[in-house]
């Protein structure tokens, strides 16, 4: 059966270990467009962070973004989004107040409100380039909390792996646990980790489910290749998983196909496969 839509992460997959995008990615991603078979990305980022890369590649290449909270065109058109409860979300915010450092929340919209966030650290490596290309995103309160004037996408938060593993099973014993979904996407290399907070039942792979459903594209009908634990459910969801050769290890014990690292051009290479191109 061949393989009709191709669903691919950013960070780790995508882009090499610098944060840029490789010739030879580009080229096969503009290569499927044109023959015909449909390309989405599929990310832990927000769209404002996303969207530069999209634009890159092609108009054609619609954007799950925020971990399958939001589906955009390039262009910023909403497709579809998955919103989290404010009273459910400022309880989240409250009860995690000592653990707060990096927090943010996430929304909808345009201008300087999309990305709000309190006391983060922006000289730190690991946060400073993201805040030099999006500030213009991005505005500080003294209290997130206040932020919650309508329902936002996503409850963000930033740390070392050991504190966004601890901070995860602190949020998994709130009472409102079971209406959120803990997504952790791990650099252990770098010692940086992001939690996710969407509403119960929002993945990469809810959101490609979506997708799929109104393009009338079944899951055996597609390839999508990612690295990190935040792909897990959608390469498990498609009929062509291929996880990258620098994947974390907890992807690579699954026994799906292995592609090259993201600094030898893996992502093009499954492409190709994807193809039936030697």
């Known amino acids: 059966?061949?393989?009709?839509l191709i669903a691919i992460d950013i960070d780790g997959t995508l882009l090499d270990?610098?944060?840029?995008?490789?010739?030879?990615?580009?080229?096969a991603v503009r290569t499927a467009v044109e023959a015909?078979?449909?390309?989405?990305?599929?990310?832990?980022?927000?769209?404002?962070?996303?969207?530069p890369v999209s634009a890159a590649l092609s108009d054609r290449v619609p954007l799950i973004v925020s971990n399958g909270a939001l589906m955009k065109?390039?262009?910023?058109?909403?497709?579809?989004?998955?919103?989290?409860?404010?009273?459910?979300?400022?309880?989240?915010?409250?009860?995690?107040?000592e653990h707060r450092s990096g927090a943010a929340l996430i929304f909808d919209r345009d201008g300087p409100d999309q990305y709000l966030f309190e006391g983060i650290d922006w000289q730190h490596p690991q946060r400073r380039r993201y805040y030099e290309r999006n500030r213009q995103f991005m505005t500080e309160l003294s209290r997130l909390e206040d932020g919650?004037?309508?329902?936002?996408?996503?409850?963000?938060?930033?740390?070392?792996?050991?504190?966004?593993?601890?901070?995860?099973?602190?949020i998994s014993n709130l009472d409102v646990a079971d209406q959120i979904t803990t997504t952790l996407t791990e650099y252990?290399?770098?010692?940086?980790s992001l939690l996710d907070i969407t509403v119960s039942g929002c993945s990469k792979a809810s959101m490609l489910t979506t997708w799929l459903e109104h393009r009338g594209v079944d899951p055996t009908e597609v390839m999508a290749v990612?690295?990190?634990?935040?792909?897990?459910?959608?390469?498990?969801?498609?009929?062509?998983?291929?996880?990258?050769?620098?994947?974390?290890?907890?992807l690579k014990r699954q026994g799906w196909?292995?592609?090259?690292?993201?600094?030898?051009g893996g992502l093009a290479v499954a492409i190709r496969w994807a193809l039936d191109e030697p």
Request: charged content about 25%; overall charge negative.
């Open 36 to 51: 015909g078979v449909e390309v989405t990305l599929v990310t832990g980022r927000t769209f404002h962070h996303a969207r």
């Open 1 to 4: 059966m061949p393989i009709r």
């Open 17 to 27: 270990s610098r944060g840029r995008l490789p010739d030879v990615n580009r080229d």
């Open 73 to 97: 065109q390039t262009d910023g058109e909403t497709l579809h989004r998955q919103l989290l409860d404010p009273t459910v979300t400022r309880e989240i915010i409250v009860k995690v107040r």
């Open 226 to 250: 990612g690295d990190n634990l935040n792909d897990r459910e959608m390469l498990a969801l498609v009929g062509h998983p291929v996880v990258m050769g620098n994947a974390v290890p907890e």
């Open 257 to 264: 196909p292995t592609t090259d690292g993201h600094d030898e």
């Open 148 to 170: 919650l004037t309508e329902r936002p996408l996503q409850l963000a938060f930033t740390g070392s792996v050991d504190e966004m593993r601890h901070l995860a099973v602190i």
């Open 188 to 192: 252990a290399a770098r010692d940086f």
